[in-house]
């Protein structure tokens, strides 16, 4: 009689069951397209250099001077900006407002002029329109600016809203955690009771101030970034905000950026610098307000004491906006369409 050999035992019994397996893990070459570019699965992205909008509303322009032909501006801007430019929304002037707006309208500036910001006090407790503005042929929007929020600051965002108009607001403090609980409170205020809604458009916060000394590797780690990240979460979520892509408050002029870029020049280095700073806060902005609620202007805000030329912060928001590796539809929004839906209504 044969005999019957044991039943083996079955696989794992017996034996130390062992820990998940470990997959190999793929160079970063794996996730990138083919070095040809000739790949129709993986093209590479057009160069920065090659991306520009077909059309640009600047759409903050804050003059030093009242003359109507907007010379100074002109100026700054240079061919790059001028030569594609199709409209502007310009703040009047602190002076001789009466005259600069009787100047726009019998002589002009030789530029479409989409609206005039006029500026209130949000602390002021009444107002009323200047009377030269009565009439205009010219489309009104409001300026104003943020320090702290009292009944007396809610009441007036309130009255300017109530006006129909777009409201730019100039956030001019520092956004601690007590300070943005009360420009929330402000914007939450300001808009309960009204049965429409008119755009209100903030600036300085991209970028918002900040320490140029801070390293790049340093700052992404900071409090102020994850700050800055989760108030422009928080921001997004009134869905009559905008966000104005302006010069930054950074206690620096503004890299010149020359139409030959020379590579190992210092000016160059700086311009780098900038340009790699500028889109670690445009990163979150553009995921947060998405390309439809974000507007190019080149005038930096009145509390920056340092020299920003138009057409340079132009070409520096430009490329930071195609180093991102958008679509051109996003760039045309950002740089002309989303000004144009705001002021141009």
């Not at 000739?38 to 093209?43: L, W, Y």
Request: charged fraction near 15%.
């Amino acid at each position: 009689m044969a005999t019957i050999p044991p039943t083996p035992p079955s696989p794992g019994v017996g034996i130390r069951r062992k820990g998940p397996k470990t997959l190999p893990r793929l160079p970063p070459s794996a996730f990138s397209p083919p070095n040809s570019g000739t790949s129709e699965r993986f093209p590479l992205p057009p160069s920065p250099s090659t991306v520009h909008p077909r059309s640009i509303v600047d759409a903050h322009v804050v003059l030093g001077d009242a003359d109507p032909t907007l010379a100074s501006w002109k100026e700054e801007a240079g061919q790059r900006l001028r030569g594609h430019i199709g409209g502007l929304v310009v703040s009047l002037p602190s002076s001789d407002s009466e005259t600069f707006v009787t100047g726009l309208q019998e002589t002009g500036a030789g530029i479409p002029i989409l609206s005039l910001m006029v500026p209130f006090a949000l602390e002021a407790a009444q107002h009323e329109l200047p009377a030269y503005v009565s009439g205009l042929s010219i489309p009104i929007s409001f300026l104003t600016s943020f320090s702290n929020s009292t009944p007396e600051t809610i009441a007036s965002l309130k009255w300017a809203l109530s006006q129909g108009r777009p409201v730019d607001i100039d956030v001019q403090t520092a956004l601690t955690d007590s300070a943005f609980d009360g420009f929330q409170d402000l914007l939450s205020k300001a808009t309960i009771d009204l049965s429409s809604v008119p755009p209100i458009v903030i600036s300085s916060v991209l970028p918002p101030p900040h320490d140029l000394s801070l390293s790049i590797v340093k700052l992404m780690k900071h409090p102020s970034y994850r700050a800055f990240q989760s108030q422009t979460a928080a921001l997004s979520l009134f869905p009559h905000l905008y966000v104005k892509f302006l010069p930054p408050i950074w206690n620096a002029p503004t890299p010149g950026t020359p139409s030959v870029p020379v590579s190992d020049s210092a000016n160059s280095k700086e311009l780098n610098e900038w340009k790699r700073r500028v889109k670690m806060y445009l990163g979150p902005v553009m995921e947060a307000f998405g390309y439809q609620r974000i507007i190019f202007g080149s005038s930096p805000s009145p509390a920056s004491r340092s020299a920003s030329l138009a057409g340079d912060w132009y070409e520096i928001a430009r490329e930071c906006l195609a180093e991102l590796g958008v679509e051109q539809e996003f760039v045309d929004a950002v740089f002309c369409e989303n000004a144009k839906k705001v002021y141009g209504s």
